[in-house]
């Protein structure tokens, strides 16, 4: 094929693509290609057409009505076609997506991705892939949907050395919390709530185990610190044990309950974790509701920069994907423009949970008996763990108990666990209910 004028030889006059996936996010990137066609081909100064686009089940019924020929179940027909030059994919999962987007890229075909199950677990090898395959792989999506997040750091703040990452990255969860927040209802009905609103899956442990935020956290978190990151790095808890009475005393105390994702550099090594924190009233991340996210940066020069934004859902996940394919398209016979090289970061190390320096909200259903918030400082006292407050909360007098939340200093996270686990045994501390760090 000739190329047009001001098109060198060698660069397809059209550019083929290769959709695969066409759930949520594959019927949004799909209505677009068809839709916007003409406005996209002139973005890219070229002619682009969706040629196929792979499915699981042909006969299921479709939101979107597609030219006929193009919908296909056999994931050859993208991946051999040596005419599609660039494949999206946004089927999700690992298998067999990860063994899709390395035949494409070793079959020459530049990528674009929203799976960041596969760019967490593999992004470092399916880089070097693209490297040596001279084509680009880009996963705007895989992190807070339509917030410009993962380009920018890249791109726009690469010149950063990042102090830190501070992120809500789960829009499930932070529905789930801001249920519980404003409506004072149990993590249970939160989540069903979720569910019929179709914001959390049926099975929702991804979401509200830190998994899901752990991936996009182990991305972020890559590629921030130029390092090679796997999800086990990162700490993880999720939101399941807090309870209404944890809100009601965070809010008394000035404090809102957030699922943080965070990655922070101490002293050469990088400390990465996911769990429910109290996060002060006024910060600006205690006021991202909702199925919102927001990704806080800390950089050496910009300072703090905030992210906010739909993190989800078919249309703000479109942007991401399509931003990508015009990127890609852009850059198409140009060498693969390749972020990093993770495969040879600098290898910083990570720094064990156990090392973290936090501030503790510590709530305990203890008998109302004189003498037990004695018994629990002296302990406390002994593992260098200073108390920074108390409440005494909620006395019931037919069971002769009461409830009493700490709040501690900055302490070490394993001299806390230490001391929780003989505050435990105290004869008369009925349970720990909860434990969480507290962020400045
Ligand atoms: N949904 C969001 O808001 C969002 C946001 C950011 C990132 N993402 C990421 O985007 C990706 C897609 O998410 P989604 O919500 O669009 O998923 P989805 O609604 O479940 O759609 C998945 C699509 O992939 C197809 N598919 C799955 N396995 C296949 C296989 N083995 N062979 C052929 N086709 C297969 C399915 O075909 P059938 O239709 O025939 O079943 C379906 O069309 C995931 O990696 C997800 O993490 C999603």
Redesign the pocket.
Known sequence: MTAPSGIPNGIPAEINIGL???????TGVAATLLRENSHLSDLIGRAVKLKKV?????S?PRDIDLPAGLLT?N?EDILADPDIHILVE????TD??EAYLKQGLSAGKHVV?????VMAKSGPELLALARANGVNLLFE??VG?GIPIVGCLMNELAANDVRSIRSIINGTTNYILTAMAHQHTSFEQALSEAQERGYAEADPTNDIEGIDAAYKLTILASLAYRSTFQPGDVYCEGISKLEPQDFQYAQELGFAIKSLAIANLVDGAVQLRVYPALLPAEHMLAKVDGVYNAVEIDGSLCGQVLFHGM????E??TSAVVGDLIEAARKMGGPSVLPLELPNGSGIPVRPIDDLMSRYYIRLGVADHPGVLAQIAQVLGDGQISIASVLQKDVHPETESAEIVITTHPAREASVQKALQIITELPQVRRVSNTLRIEE
Do not use: F, Q, Y
Request: charged share 15%; net charge positive.
């Open positions: 695969m996936g066409l759930g949520v996010v594959g792979l499915v699981r089940d042909l299921r179940a994931a946004v089927m999700g999962g067999p997506a991705t929203a799976n960041k199950e999506a895989s949907g993190g989800a859902g078919r703000p996940t």
